[in-house]
């Protein structure tokens, strides 16, 4: 009986049906899985990771910390804001520049800038 009432549904309804039976039992998968014993337990004293490897020196720091650019703080907003508008005539510039920075660009298609 059950077979002859799933022939008279439509495909659409059948792939509908089909989907939400198919999302109902990965949420109840992933529901149960969720809430294992082994995510619950508590941390004891000796599972705790050390803190050794936290900190770091201050002069290895300083060599990992990202230098500025050179050159960039040395101009005004005037001075930047006219070497893009050069760069923007060149496409392959214009790619450079939002890729690099606009010193980058500049110097590479231009030569040595001229402030």
């Known amino acids: 009986m059950c077979w002859s009432l799933w022939t008279f549904i439509s495909l659409g309804q059948r792939m509908k049906t089909l989907t939400l039976l198919l999302l109902s039992a990965l949420v109840a998968l992933c529901v149960c899985t969720g809430a294992s014993d082994s995510d619950t337990r508590s941390v004891s004293a000796g599972d705790t990771p050390s803190d050794e490897g936290v900190f770091v020196k201050r002069d290895l720091a300083s060599t990992m910390v990202r230098q500025k650019r050179a050159g960039a703080a040395d101009l005004t907003q005037v001075q930047l804001e006219s070497l893009r508008e050069v760069c923007e005539a060149n496409l392959a510039c214009e790619h450079m520049m939002d890729t ?10 231009y030569g040595p800038i001229p402030f």
């Open 100 to 109: 690099s920075g606009i010193i980058a660009a500049y110097t590479a298609y």
